[in-house]
């Protein structure tokens, strides 16, 4: 087994070609040579740790755990798979499965038709999940389906439509979920005209399943029969590959293995690399040599003996899950109690890519604090079987020892892990496990547990109790202790508490644990146990039915009360149904004419099939450069120097750019582009490198040094700032009524505080730009991701003191913004140009997710006061609320949120004596900014609580209390802007109605009544929101159209494609202007080269504005034809074209939007104005279960009807309302920024911050767009709705706190608790107090550092 000094030839096959790597670098990733090297980029990077599923591409090789030659086809984040690991495998990847250029796949087309897509850059992740479960179950359940996608992010869609292109191939799915029931408009028997085309009537299908091409899986791309042939006749010498760095040693056989091991005992076993990778990537371990073991079939058997089940420490987890199934399936139940255990986490570990990846041996050496694995096999007594060159094999316990890494219970450096023992499970023994994370799936847990108990035969005495919990401590912690003083105790409510007890104080958290949420994890410690408790005790009842023991009686057992049943459930994992009910056009709507109609994303089919170019697929281009960003490591500190000679004498680093080499203006005086002398923030930019390639710019950026000179003062919280008088901008203020007088007229008055959360917008595709100088006048291409391209033009401009005539901005299309385009991708262009002028070549920048979730900022967290006087009956007659929002270190948008927070508190409520006060705070955080509701989803939470607390004073339902005080006739709003709610007042009633909201409210009471531990809330909440800047120069828009020679027409507007299908609907006004199909039509990109001084695609009004330049463009074209239509009433388009040709009629037409929608808002006088052209109206409706022992939720069901006017196109606007709907969701019940005392971002990924996946979505989700009877003034009377859905998200959060209130009041305690966002499973636990949340013990918040600091 001689290791060559030379590499091998790395052999693998990537859609269906051959491909030879002869030096092949053990730390290159499949994801970098896909991208890089084969210039296959429908694969994307979205968060390098496998965690959001945008890489997901199939693997298929031979199954080593089959004795035959059988293949297995697998899913795998491409981030996380080195190319070494390759070495005789066939990759698939989107491009390999269908092309809009050849053929493409069912998967493809149906996730486009269904209006899966929106951005669409998590489309080829979501594609290959789908296709790989399709290559291994031609027909799979519904259940493999979610399976498939748990480990897939979108945060665009909201998911429902992904999963209704899945379920067209799933063999429970007979089309829509509704036919049959009389809800379906197909039900309605009317067969002679497609349901998208009768008359203006209702409609529930947005594609038409029939028109999809049926599955064949004999289309599908071959195993590569030279991989087969490798497969059959295995290479028997070790594999070497040598990269710069890194060697690669991959034996095939365990003797070489063990052999190799004694001569690298320093080299860890690479299998999954689930742990390996994430860590070496942020550079904590560096491996010189890694030892692979995937060759070596040894290593994947699975043996059943009487006592147990040996699985190989090389079977991944996916295979350990499918084994387990198999043994649960035809082994006797008592027997398989630790299988089933395991197989229950073994469903919410990670996503499917990871169980496919990550390896037994893997995971149970990796020992994580939080594996959900090693809890369960350590309680069960599990047994680890080792082996080296030296010894053989020999076995250890896997028990807390080895867990806690005691070198005398641990393997030795030579010695690797064969394989794992799991014993079966005996009569009279009880396994269980417990989990909780901040979602069901793809989320580590905050505490798990594995516990076992052993009774003596026919008793309820304890002969043995394992209890074993993760989460809690640097490792595993086993409550040893504790157990072994419950031996011999009997099984009853003493035995219960005084387990509580002992574990408590043996599983103890000190209150500065890293992790934080130290109380809530103390209270999951007991909590799961009392669920054991519970649930050995019914299984204790039935094993004495079955086998009755003489002189035993199993009624001596405590009784379970009936109303603690539930307790035992766990909420189960169902897939997602729903109507989406919309007006359908009038039937003498010409079919050409796609207005109205629900026409697929312009870029759909592209999305899926990987052919839709985004920023960082554009190929590399000449002499290009890589760029990377130096930022601050301290919140606030004078700038003392800043050295980077050791970086640029790192080989192939070319240059560091700092403020000093900026020609022009660097930023604003307050909002520098570069830091100076002073940073205000962790995350400020300070300076930047370029270099010649990625690998290069990482490491030259970490051998920057800076040194700092702390200052004073620091603040993060808003508190502290209102404390230090430090505020962005002045307040702003409105008022009407005399407040004062009405508060002493009440009969009541409440106050209250109300705090919620920041959100990170994370967008899919991180900020990025690429900037090409060109050689002549100091031009400069730029390809940037961006929401406001004439933002970057002009800071580019200012910074580089070049006229913007020579700066042009591209847009193609943008992975996702919710305003984090706005305004920071200016900044990265103008930095990246310094570097392209200062090096004279391009210079590509792309950030890593955790440096763009660090630097960029986000939603504004906010704390409101509120002061609320009503009389008894409900009625309110005086508000006053006073906001505080978290800015950050500078001004960006936060005076804009802080009026338009102000101006949308009120929402849908008259009440006549109001005050309103808002302030933007200054602390030393990164600059937080636009977010998709600008400041109304925070502030409208404040008012809707509002109304929560007075609902609860009056002793009556908020639906009341919000119905009483709702707008309800012609009136005018506290800034005197006139409106009509009569929309306002049909979505509300229409949603009640829809909901069957007050037959579903008593049965919500009678569950609540039965139930102790596990309660339902439901509520209902309604929106009035304004589109639109307020200022009218801000609604301008400007379109080019051109008509070439051909026909065909050439569209360029203002807007830019975030995902929202502005593209689409501009191809829709054409049409409909034109008369002529949306095929003749192309849109190429939005460049500030075609259509100048563009306004941000912003504020939901975007296609509205656009539209009506477009419109315009058209209808100046169509009159420059008309002569010529009317001369050739029978002629064609192309006649027409042909003739206005020859006619020399300008065949391109500017169209422009210029009056504008009036808005403004006069702050400075009277606090009045006509800010806003339009109200959206809406009303959501939410039902979720709550369990008060762990703190989890379940949506039950959502319907949301929302007033779209006259939709544009019905698949996109419920797209979005659904999309902005769960975004909203996240932001009220997961996505928790965690901020460290030192004011470091610590949630930089999706491991630490918790968007919603596909299994957090309502069970029954139900939107409806209002039949309209209004015609505003917008684009064909159809309103924006890029961002109201968001709000209507808080309808969970009601229903939660709801349920939450219920269990209060059911315990008799205060039910007007401070509100709280986001409704963490861990604010819910806390909020049910009980005999648990009595038991634990508190912390004296001034004796110790916390780990992270409130900041709201
Ligand atoms: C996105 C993501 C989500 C996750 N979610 C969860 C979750 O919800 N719950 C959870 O518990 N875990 C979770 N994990 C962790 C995951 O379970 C582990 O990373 C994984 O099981 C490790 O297995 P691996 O094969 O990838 O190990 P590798 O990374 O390949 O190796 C890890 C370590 O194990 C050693 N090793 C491997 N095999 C052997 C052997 N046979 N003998 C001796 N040493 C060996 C290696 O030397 C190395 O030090 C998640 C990971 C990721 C990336
Ligand atoms: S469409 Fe899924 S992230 Fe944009």
């Known amino acids: 087994m001689p290791c060559p000094t030379r590499s091998n030839e790395l052999v693998f096959f990537v859609n269906g070609r051959k491909v030879i790597e002869r030096n092949a670098d053990p730390e290159v990733t499949l994801l970098t040579f896909l991208r890089k090297n084969l210039r296959l980029t429908g694969t994307k990077y979205a968060c390098g740790r496998g965690g959001r599923g945008a890489c997901t591409v199939m693997v298929s090789g031979h199954d080593p755990v089959s004795k035959k030659i059988r293949l297995r086809h697998f899913s795998v984040t491409a981030c996380l798979v080195p190319i070494c690991f390759l070495y005789g495998a066939a990759v698939t990847t989107v491009e390999g499965v269908g092309s809009i250029q050849t053929r493409i796949h069912p998967v493809q087309e149906r996730i486009a038709k269904s209006h899966g897509t929106q951005c669409g850059f998590c489309t080829p992740g979501m594609v290959m999940s789908m296709y790989t479960l399709l290559r291994n179950h031609l027909e799979p359940s519904e259940e493999q389906l979610m399976e498939a996608l748990g480990g897939n992010l979108c945060r665009c869609t909201g998911y429902r439509p992904i999963v209704a292109s899945g379920r067209t191939f799933c063999m429970e799915s007979n089309g829509c979920q509704q036919k049959g029931t009389g809800k379906c408009c197909l039900d309605q028997g009317e067969n002679d005209s497609s349901p998208l085309d009768r008359k203006r009537e209702m409609c529930t299908e947005l594609f038409a399943k029939e028109e999809f091409q049926p599955l064949d899986s004999t289309q599908e791309l071959i195993f590569p029969p030279e991989l087969l042939r490798m497969a059959e006749n295995p290479e028997k010498c070790t594999l070497t590959f040598h990269g710069e760095r890194v060697t690669w040693i991959s034996p095939a056989t365990l003797k070489d293995l063990l052999e190799l091991k004694v001569k690298h005992p320093e080299a860890p076993l690479i299998l999954g690399n689930t742990s390996l990778g994430p860590a070496m990537k942020s550079n904590e371990h560096f491996h010189p040599v890694l030892l692979s073991p995937v060759r070596i079939s040894e290593l994947c058997v699975v043996s059943r003996t009487s006592d147990g089940l040996t699985i190989d420490a090389g079977c991944s987890l996916a295979q350990v899950k499918d084994i387990l199934g198999e043994m649960v399936s035809k082994l006797p139940e008592e027997k398989t109690q630790t299988y089933r255990a395991l197989l229950k986490h073994l469903k919410s570990l990670g996503g499917q890519q990871i169980r496919n990846m990550a390896s037994l041996g893997g995971h149970v050496i990796s020992r994580h604090y939080y594996s959900d694995l090693n809890p369960i096999l350590a309680v069960s007594n599990a047994t680890l079987n080792l082996v080296s060159e030296a010894e053989g094999m020999r076995q250890i316990p896997l028990n807390e020892h080895f867990l806690a890494g005691l070198a005398s219970a641990d393997l030795k450096p030579e010695e690797i892990l064969e394989s794992v023992h799991i014993p079966h499970s005996h009569k009279w023994e009880f396994v269980s496990a417990f989990r909780q994370a901040e979602c069901w799936q793809n989320a580590l847990p905050d505490v798990n547990a594995g516990m076992k108990v052993l009774f003596e035969e026919g008793t309820d005495t304890i002969a043995d109790l394992n209890l074993a919990y993760g989460g809690v401590g640097a490792a595993t912690v086993s409550a040893h202790q504790s157990c072994q003083q419950l031996r011999g105790r009997r099984w009853n409510e003493l035995m219960l508490d005084e387990a509580c007890r002992l574990l408590l104080e043996e599983v103890s958290l000190p209150g500065s644990a890293p992790g934080g949420r130290v109380e809530f994890k103390r209270i999951l410690v007991v909590s799961f146990f009392f669920k054991f408790y519970l649930e050995v005790l019914q299984e204790l009842k039935k094993l004495l039915k079955l086998f009755p023991v003489p002189d035993t009686d199993s009624r001596h057992y405590p009784e379970i009360p009936d109303r603690f049943l539930s307790a035992l459930e766990d909420f189960p994992i169902t897939i997602p149904q729903g109507l989406q009910t919309y007006q359908s056009v009038d039937s003498h709507q010409p079919l050409q004419d796609p207005v109205g109609r629900p026409i697929m994303h312009l870029s759909g089919l592209k999305h899926a099939t990987g052919e839709a170019i985004f920023c960082d697929d554009i190929p590399v281009v000449d002499k290009e450069l890589v760029m990377a960003l130096v930022t601050s490591t301290r919140a606030h500190a004078k700038i003392i120097s800043i050295d980077a000679s050791e970086a640029l004498e790192l080989p192939g680093v070319v240059d560091v750019i700092t403020a000093k080499d900026i020609p022009g203006t660097n930023g604003a005086e307050d909002d520098k582009l570069l830091a100076v002398d002073e940073v205000l923030c962790v995350g400020q930019l300070v300076c930047a490198v370029v270099a010649e390639t990625e690998v290069q710019v990482k490491q030259a950026i970490k051998k920057v040094k800076i040194t700092y000179e702390d200052l004073e003062p620091v603040i993060f919280s808003i508190e502290d700032a209102i404390k230090h008088n430090s505020f962005l901008c002045p307040e702003k203020k409105l008022e009407q009524g005399n407040i004062e007088e009405a508060f002493e007229k009440v009969d009541q008055i409440v106050e209250g505080e109300v705090h919620v959360g920041g959100q990170e917008h994370f967008y899919m595709e991180t900020q990025r730009v690429l900037v090409i100088p060109k050689t002549e006048d100091k031009e400069l291409d730029i390809y940037v991701s961006i929401q406001d391209p004439a933002h970057v033009q002009k800071t580019v401009s200012c910074t580089l003191s070049i006229p913007i005539n020579r700066i042009t901005c591209h847009i193609k299309r943008v992975g996702g913004g919710f305003g984090g385009k706005l305004g920071r991708p200016a900044v990265f262009g103008a930095i990246a140009a310094v570097g392209a002028v200062k090096t004279g070549r391009p210079i590509r920048l792309v950030l890593d997710r955790e440096d763009d979730m660090l630097i960029t900022g986000g939603r504004h967290p906010l704390f409101g006061k509120y002061k609320v006087g009503f009389m008894n009956s409900g009625r309110i007659k005086a508000l006053d609320i006073e906001c505080y929002i978290n800015g950050g270190c500078t001004l960006d948008d936060s005076e804009l949120v802080t009026e338009f927070l102000i101006l949308k508190l009120e929402n849908a409520y008259k009440i006549r004596n109001l005050r309103f006060r808002g302030r933007a705070c200054m602390t030393n955080l990164p600059s937080n900014t636009a977010f998709r509701g600008f400041g109304f989803p925070q502030g409208a939470l404040v008012t809707e609580s509002c109304i929560t607390a007075v609902a609860a004073k009056c002793g009556l339902p908020p639906e009341k209390i919000r119905e009483q005080n709702m707008y309800k006739t012609v009136d005018k709003t506290i800034y005197k802007q006139a409106f009509s709610p009569e929309t306002l007042v049909r979505c509300w009633n229409e949603c009640l109605d829809k909901s069957s909201f007050h037959s579903r409210r008593r049965q919500v009471e009678e569950f609540n009544k039965k139930n102790y531990w596990k309660k339902k809330g439901i509520a209902v909440i309604p929106m009035k929101f304004s589109v639109g800047f307020a200022a009218t120069s801000y609604h301008q828009a400007a379109a080019l159209i051109h008509i070439y020679t051909d026909g065909s027409v050439l569209v360029t507007h203002g807007g830019n494609e ?278 634990i013990p508190r912390d004296d918040r001034k004796t110790f550092k916390p780990w992270a600091i409130p900041i709201a």
């Not at 020859?1142 to 009036?1158: N, P, V």
């Open 1058 to 1335: 975030l995902g929202q299908g502005i593209h689409t609907k501009m191809l829709q006004v054409a049409s409909h202007e034109l008369k002529i199909p949306m095929s003749y039509m192309h849109i190429c990109e939005t460049s500030t080269a075609t259509v100048p001084n563009t306004v941000a695609t912003a504020a939901s009004i975007g296609s509205d504005v656009n539209g009506k330049a477009v419109q315009n463009a058209c209808q100046i074209l169509l009159k420059r034809l008309e002569p010529i239509m009317k001369q050739n009433p029978e002629g064609t388009w192309e006649d027409w074209i042909e003739a206005a040709f020859e006619q020399r009629i300008s065949l391109s037409a500017t169209g422009y939007f210029s009056r504008g929608y009036k808005a403004f808002m006069d702050w400075e006088k009277k606090g009045e104005g006509d800010p806003f052209p339009y109200y959206v109206y809406g009303a959501a409706c939410s039902e979720v279960e709550i369990d008060c022992l762990t703190g989890a939720h379940k949506k039950i069901r959502t319907d949301i009807v929302m007033d779209a006017c006259y939709s544009l196109n019905p698949a996109i606007d419920i797209g979005q309302i659904e999309g902005a709907f769960i975004q909203g969701m996240g932001l009220y019940t997961t996505e928790e920024l965690k901020y460290s005392p030192e004011g470091v971002l610590y949630s930089r990924g999706p491991g630490e911050y918790k968007i919603p996946t596909i299994t957090d979505i309502p069970e029954e989700f139900n939107v409806s767009l209002l039949p309209s009877s209004q015609t505003p003034l917008t684009i064909y009377s159809s309103k924006g709705l890029g961002e109201s859905g968001m709000f209507l998200g808080s309808s969970v959060f009601f229903g939660i706190a709801d349920a939450v209130a219920s269990a209060r009041r059911e315990r008799d305690a205060a039910v007007d608790f401070t509100v709280r966002s986001p409704a963490t499973p861990e604010w819910v636990r806390m909020a049910c107090a009980d005999r648990f949340t009595e038991m």
